[in-house]
T-cell receptor, first 111, second 111 residues
Framework: NAGVTQTPKFQVLKTGQSMTLQCAQD?????MYWYRQDPGMGLRLIYYSASEGTTDKGEVPNGYNVSRLNKREFSLRLESAAPSQTSVYFCASSEGTLGLYFGPGTRLLVL | QQPVQSPQAVILREGEDAVINCSSSKALYSVHWYRQKHGEAPVFLMILLKGGEQKGHEKISASFNEKKQQSSLYLTASQLSYSGTYFCGTPARGSARQLTFGSGTQLTVLP
């Protein structure tokens, strides 16, 4: 039982490049989330998926797109990376009113 | 709107007690508490729902006062393993899944 897994763990991009962050959970949770964490800013919600087939914007969705591929997988895509997107990205999942279970994170540096 | 946490940082000796507060300018329906160790993902501690109930996790407990729109996390007889940053999260009105997190309280427990 791996919980929530994320790939890659680290990534360096040049401005304008694109990439997809992958996330998968094996807890059979319906809801999945993408957060970014910047120093001193806490965690900010980018997008979330309440259930398979649905996605909604969070607090900071600009510059990102998401895909809920199936119940297990939820990916985050940066179409044209900008230095302001340098951050640590966390995927999380939850079921009902229970708490969020976070993946280990992806550290992204955009030059 | 982001909940406000206080204090921003606290240093204490092993065995001492600490209180971390989380307050909101909006009506609260529930409060989540998470702990994050340096370089790791946040870990869910507990969720408190309307009704002022107090919950516990190890020697960590919390209260929720929806009238005062605040929650407090109590760490009793602190252990070295309690060191980390503590975040509270509150749901957006109308969307229990859109959690907004405070900026965190950094707790350091010294031997």
């Amino acid at each position: 039982n791996a919980g929530v897994t994320q790939t890659p763990k680290f990534q360096v991009l040049k401005t304008g490049q694109s990439m997809t962050l992958q996330c998968a959970q094996d807890m059979n949770h319906n809801s999945m989330y993408w957060y970014r964490q910047d120093p001193g800013m806490g965690l900010r919600l980018i997008y979330y998926s309440a259930s398979e087939g649905t996605t909604d914007k969070g607090e900071v969705p600009n510059g990102y797109n998401v895909s809920r591929l199936n119940k297990r997988e939820f990916s985050l895509r940066l179409e044209s990376a900008a230095p302001s997107q340098t951050s640590v990205y966390f995927c999380a999942s939850s079921e009902g009113t229970l708490g969020l279970y976070f993946g280990p994170g992806t550290r992204l540096l955009v030059l | 709107q982001q909940p406000v946490q206080s204090p921003q940082a606290v240093i204490l000796r092993e065995g001492e007690d600490a209180v971390i507060n989380c307050s909101s300018s909006k009506a609260l329906y529930s409060v989540h508490w998470y702990r994050q160790k340096h370089g790791e993902a946040p870990v869910f501690l507990m969720i408190l729902l309307k009704g002022g109930e107090q919950k516990g996790h190890e020697k960590i407990s919390a209260s929720f006062n929806e009238k005062k729109q605040q929650s407090s996390l109590y760490l009793t007889a602190s252990q070295l393993s309690y060191s980390g940053t503590y975040f509270c999260g509150t749901p957006a009105r109308g969307s229990a899944r859109q959690l907004t997190f405070g900026s965190g309280t950094q707790l350091t427990v010294l031997p």
